[in-house]
């Protein structure tokens, strides 16, 4: 299982952490990453309320790159497989669209034929990597967490792009990966909600108010960690949250785990190998929870 690897700008700048659990955890799985060294940001569906087509654009580059490598591609960032996925459906569906972006990309010579699948991590641990490989994969079962899912709106909708009619299990992933890996899922009604990141900028208020709801909601209904598929809303949720708290007097204190550091618990690696020492919210808790030095 080869793929080219779209890591997104936040696992990399903001939250080195997330990039370097997945680096941890997909050799143990038999994945095979290409990372793509000159794909540029997908616009994070924030350049594409200004101009859509230079966002179709940059993501056109990143598809093409990945067609001649004959490679699909795997990102584990919810909005970025959310705006990739969105961008080539308008690429794949709407006629003469295609053609009007290539004329663009023909000054780098490139040309996209539309043939590149875009896949996040989740979706490749169900799908190609498979549920008997995934559980034998896990040495450390997370017996006794209980951890609330967090999609967030990327991987959610809308369902046409993102392949639901196809695969309809995609709804439920992120459940199915943390069930497979021991830890039992406590359900909140906040967990296919925007995490307020996007409103970061011109509203302030508006998001620590949002990332105070969501955990507070979540550890109110049992959870002892919030685990998120989306470098975005990990960035907001955890290095916000005790902003948030201040701002909602309240107390929260919940851990947010990525995907990836949440299998590679499972999996018996460490907390240093992780990256669990940089979230901001002290994960601590998980680990005495789970027994782990």
Known sequence: MKYAFFPGCVSKGGCPELYQSVKQVYPRLGIELEEMTTASCTGAGVLQEKDLRLGDVLNAHTLAVAEQQGLPIMTICSTCQGVMSQANHRLTTEPGYLDNINRVLAEEGLTYH?????????????????????????????T?????????????????????????????????????????????????????????TINEPGSLKMIAHHTADAKEHGAD???????????????????????????????????????????????RQLGLKRNLVSTQSVLEKLDVA
């Open 225 to 271: 960690v919030m685990v998120t598929p989306c470098p975005l809303c990990h960035l907001n949720l955890d290095g916000l949250q005790a902003k948030a708290a201040k701002y909602d007097q309240t107390e929260i204190d919940l851990p947010i785990l990525h995907v990836p550091q949440l299998l590679g618990l499972a999996m018996g690696l460490g907390p």
């Open 144 to 200: 006794g967490l209980r951890a609330a899912p967090f999609y967030g709106c990327y991987l959610q909708r809308p369902t046409a792009a993102l392949g639901f009619d196809e695969q309809p299990a995609r709804a439920q992933s992120l459940e199915t990966v943390m069930a497979l890996l021991g830890a039992e899922v406590v359900d909140f009604p906040g967990k296919t909600r925007c995490c307020g990141m996007p409103l970061l």
């Open 114 to 142: 539309g043939t590149t699948t875009v896949k996040h991590f989740i979706w490749i641990l169900l799908e190609d990597v498979g549920e008997q490989k995934l559980r034998e994969s896990v040495k450390r079962p997370l």
